[in-house]
């Protein structure tokens, strides 16, 4: 990939996802293995794809919840105390209060509590709007970060010049996000949000023969109630019409089928996201999907699958290494006792 004749320089970016139970007191091995291959040498970003904590965002001061709240994003301060590069955050729908109404002031207070904790505007968009933010971190690398929580959020939600977003309606959104995908043709573009497009996990609809004999296991793993033939009403149900956190849900449904829509006229976009809590590299229409939720919660994930590359169910990242001469190094890390830096368990190229 060319791009005018710039100097190409390498970039790399650290994609993590739903770190919102991190370790509040003492280091934690997810963020302490990322941290290890800071290099002061490279330039680089970190982008936190939602969920940033549990079990649902920032609780007003005098809230039961509001210490631990804090507690998690002093942790995520404490990884990246050292950290030479670009700070992002997106956020989930724990983040806005779990989803439930009252979320805007959730997001509101975290990211204040995120700027006073870093000295900058660290989360994007900002102001809980939709987005989309366009932010050029390279010559030849351009980050665009949309609220996919915004889509999918009761209750009521920022937009227009009032509220001080730039979208003064829903098509407006994706009129100013192919206005950004036009004018970066040429670049490397990478989407960040924090519900996926694609998933072969429980939002995407992917469901085993123990979720329809013991379908609580669906929230929590060790929930064996067995309920047969009744049972399977419940991820039926989410398979087909989701509830609000699931790509079948009408509104979910609504955003994915535009972005579909519009990624397909920009071949080697790179979508970003959470929301699953695994590791995902999905590859369609010539872009590439990547989901990493496995910043501390673990749920199954499919091993195969159409357009699967990959997929595995480890607490870890993705970094994405971009190259000289255009090329993009998309790889896996799981944390391993053994091992500081942790261990590559993926890695595409593409060219």
């Known amino acids: 990939m060319q791009s005018g004749g710039r100097e190409k320089k390498t970039y790399e970016i ?13 280091p934690d091995p ?26 649902k965002g920032l ?7 509001r210490k631990d709240a804090e507690n998690a994003l002093i ?9 030479h590069g ?19 002031d959730y997001i509101l207070r975290q990211e204040k509590y995120l700027e006073k904790l870093f000295g900058k505007t660290v989360m994007y968009p900002t102001k809980g709007c939709p987005g989309p933010t366009e932010i050029n971190v390279n010559p030849n690398v351009t980050l665009v970060m949309i609220n996919t929580q915004w ?15 730039r979208v003064e309606s829903e098509e407006d959104f994706f009129k100013h996000l192919i206005t950004i995908l036009e004018s970066n043709k040429g670049k490397r573009i990478i989407i960040a949000g924090h519900a996926p497009v694609y998933s072969y996990a429980i939002h995407g609809g992917r469901y085993k023969l123990r979720h329809h004999l ?10 064996y109630f067995p309920l047969p033939i009744l049972g399977s009403l419940l991820p039926i149900y989410r398979k087909y019409f989701g ?5 079948a849900h009408p509104r979910y449904r609504h955003l994915r089928k535009r972005l579909i829509e519009i990624f397909k006229s920009y071949p080697g976009i790179i979508y970003a996201s959470g929301h699953e809590h695994n590791l995902q590299h999905i590859s369609k229409d010539q872009n590439h999907f990547i989901v990493s939720g496995a910043g501390s919660k673990l749920k199954y994930v499919l091993q195969t699958g159409k357009n699967l590359k990959f997929g595995m169910k480890a607490k870890g990242f993705f970094k994405l290494k971009f190259e000289n001469e255009g090329s993009v190094y998309i790889s896996a890390w799981v944390i391993d006792a053994n091992a500081e830096k942790g261990k590559m368990v993926y890695e595409y190229k593409i060219d």
């Not at 941290?35 to 549990?54: E, M, P, T, W």
């Open 14 to 26: 650290f994609l993590i996802g739903d770190t919102g139970n991190v370790a509040r007191h003492g």
């Open 214 to 223: 013991f379908p609580f296991t669906i929230y929590h793993r060790k929930a």
């Open 151 to 165: 889509w999918l959020q009761p209750g009521f939600r920022p937009i227009g010049q009032e509220c001080g977003c």
């Open 59 to 65: 609780p007003p001061e005098g809230a039961i919840l």
């Open 243 to 247: 509830a609000k956190e699931d790509i």
């Open 86 to 104: 670009k700070v992002l955050f997106v956020s989930g729908n724990h983040d806005w209060n779990k989803g439930r109404e009252g979320g805007y």
């Open 30 to 55: 997810v963020l302490e293995t990322m941290r290890s291959h800071f290099d002061k040498g490279q330039h680089s970003a970190v982008i936190f794809l939602g969920d940033n904590i549990y079990p």
């Open 75 to 83: 942790a995520h301060k404490e990884a990246l105390k050292d950290y």
